[in-house]
């Protein structure tokens, strides 16, 4: 399931929002081999890239889910309901692993030092977990938060840093 994507994009940031997408339908549908596929898919692109637009998105999520803004709470609730709502249909869940894509979101853990320590398919596969957790709490399709995320990374690449 690809989408409709800017055409100034480029093929990388295109490839990223695929993939993030396919990953995304494949969580919310409890769907366990397209969703090992579009992980390994996302695997095969530029890490760092991938989870920057993952962390926009979740970021982007907890602040229109708890518009008054969010606690620590909030974001225990997210952790835990994304857990029980994979536990089920993922093998080798790693509660921690949901954990580290949720600080590492929003800035409280290095992502690379939790990626590297978890390892890139489970850090990536827990991120569309907890992504598609936290879309389905918002009823809303994952669409505009993909070109939101890769949108602020382009506005923020072209920033000169003085």
Same mark, same amino acid.
């Given at each position: +399931?690809?989408?409709?994507?800017?055409?100034?994009?480029?093929?990388?940031?295109?490839?990223?929002?695929?993939?993030?997408?396919?990953? #995304?339908? @494949?969580?919310?549908? @409890?769907?366990?081999?397209?969703?090992?596929?579009?992980?390994?898919?996302?695997?095969?692109?530029?890490?760092?890239?991938?989870? *920057?637009?993952?962390?926009? #998105?979740?970021?982007? *999520?907890? !602040?229109?889910?708890?518009?008054?803004?969010?606690?620590?709470?909030?974001?225990?609730? @997210?952790?835990?309901?994304?857990?029980?709502?994979?536990?089920?249909?993922?093998?080798?869940?790693?509660?921690?692993?949901?954990?580290?894509? %949720?600080?590492?979101?929003?800035? %409280?853990? !290095? +992502?690379?030092?939790?990626?590297?320590?978890?390892?890139?398919?489970?850090?990536?596969?827990?991120?569309?977990?907890?992504?598609?957790?936290?879309?389905?709490?918002?009823?809303?399709?994952?669409?505009?938060?993909?070109?939101?995320? #890769?949108? !602020? #990374? @382009?506005?923020?690449?072209?920033?000169? +840093?003085?």
């Amino acid at each position: +399931m690809t989408g409709t994507w800017p055409t100034e994009w480029p093929r990388t940031a295109r490839l990223i929002a695929d993939a993030t997408n396919d990953a #995304i339908a @494949a969580a919310r549908a @409890a769907e366990r081999e397209p969703l090992t596929e579009a992980v390994d898919a996302l695997t095969g692109l530029p890490f760092e890239q991938v989870t *920057l637009v993952h962390a926009g #998105i979740v970021r982007a *999520l907890l !602040e229109d889910l708890h518009p008054d803004g969010f606690s620590g709470d909030d974001v225990q609730d @997210a952790l835990t309901r994304a857990a029980r709502a994979a536990a089920t249909w993922v093998p080798g869940l790693d509660a921690s692993a949901l954990a580290a894509v %949720l600080t590492g979101s929003l800035g %409280l853990t !290095e +992502m690379s030092d939790d990626a590297q320590r978890i390892g890139p398919a489970d850090y990536l596969r827990s991120a569309v977990l907890v992504m598609a957790d936290l879309l389905t709490v918002a009823d809303t399709s994952p669409a505009s938060y993909v070109r939101a995320a #890769i949108g !602020e #990374i @382009a506005r923020a690449e072209t920033v000169e +840093m003085p």
